[in-house]
């Protein structure tokens, strides 16, 4: 995207797009599954089946204060740690650059195509390496000499339709140019939240599990308050040092976005899971039953304590969209060691 409004004179803003593919042979319910935690990072997720998914980071970048780079690389930590999946992964200004870009990643890897350094690195690629090249018009342009992107992109336009046709000729300038406006578009509105918590080791301690529990319906409520919804349903996943996992759900006694609430009922999940001595790796708190916060009801409260907690709560909230989203942390979290998504 380029160019300045003609009303205000702003500039528009910058999208970032991430492509990943996922090196694995995924059911459909896996692939469900993968949809659902990518999800956790941003709502708009494209779905690229049978084994890649698209994500605009755009929006998600302030919320978790990362660059893209660190927060594509944040998302392919998740799925290695929490379904020991390798991915490789493309970020670019746009959908067809991200999939270009993903395409030139070996597994593990990541390559990032900063807005300003697209044309740089399109020029020397192959022009098969554009969507939608055919082999008939990879025929063609081997033909006449036009081997890569950069050799389409110093053509005249005249001789490259000439060649193709008017239509194919322009779309293919658009492509070799780096052009394309496809915005990410989810199948359907997102309809689950996802937080989780991978630990920097295997962990014993019940306090520390209740404190990693906390810290995700802490987190899990932020969100809610940002996107002005509130859930009426938990889903607490425990995955353990050999891959194997539980799970427990649970209907919140009225649809919130209240952490405390969220939090009473997480850890009523977790105590119903009897961990005792098990080897805990990670942690997946998500959040369902969706609905606009100005849709909800609450019970009146006689006590004052709640309506105190309710305010302190909106102050952290305003905290947080000043200073960053760990500007405030609830105290009961002190000393859990691992990575909040």
Request: charged share 25%; net charge positive; with cysteine.
């Amino acid at each position: 995207m380029s160019g300045t409004s003609g009303t205000s004179g702003t500039r528009p803003r910058q999208r970032h797009i991430a492509h990943l593919h996922l090196h694995a042979a995924l059911t459909e319910e896996q692939y469900g599954d993968i949809i659902e935690l990518v999800s956790g990072i941003t709502p708009h997720v494209q779905a690229v089946p049978p084994d890649a998914v698209q994500l605009d980071l755009t929006s998600a970048l302030r919320y978790f204060d990362l660059s893209p780079y660190d927060l594509v690389q944040t998302t392919m930590m998740r799925l290695k740690a929490l379904y020991g999946i390798d991915s490789s992964a493309g970020l670019a200004g746009n959908r067809m650059l991200a999939a270009m870009a993903a395409d030139a990643s070996a597994p593990g890897e990541a390559t990032w195509v900063p807005t300003g350094q697209a044309a740089d690195w399109l020029y020397p690629r192959p022009v098969t390496a554009l969507p939608g090249i055919g082999r008939t018009t990879a025929e063609t342009l081997r033909r006449y000499g036009l081997h890569t992107i950069g050799q389409v992109v110093d053509l005249p336009a005249g001789t490259l339709q000439r060649l193709l046709g008017a239509g194919p000729a322009r779309l293919l300038a658009e492509r070799a140019r780096g052009h394309d406006p496809r915005p990410v578009t989810p199948v359907e509105p997102a309809a689950r939240l996802v937080a989780d918590l991978t630990l920097d080791r295997d962990c014993l301690d019940p306090a520390r599990q209740h404190r990693a529990v906390l810290g995700l319906a802490d987190r899990i409520g932020q969100r809610l308050r940002v996107e002005r919804q509130i859930a009426g349903r938990l889903t607490l996943a425990v995955r353990y040092a050999d891959r194997s996992s539980s799970t427990r759900t649970r209907t919140l006694p009225e649809p919130t976005d209240h952490s405390p609430d969220l939090a009473t009922t997480a850890l009523g999940l977790l105590d119903s899971l009897g961990l005792q001595r098990a080897r805990v790796r990670a942690f997946v708190l998500r959040a369902d039953g969706l609905l606009p916060a100005d849709s909800a009801y609450r019970q009146l409260s006689m006590d004052p304590g709640d309506d105190r907690a309710r305010a302190a709560e909106a102050a952290a909230d305003r905290a947080r969209r000043r200073f960053g989203p760990l500007a405030v942390r609830p105290a009961t979290l002190a000393g859990v060691t691992g990575k909040f998504y």
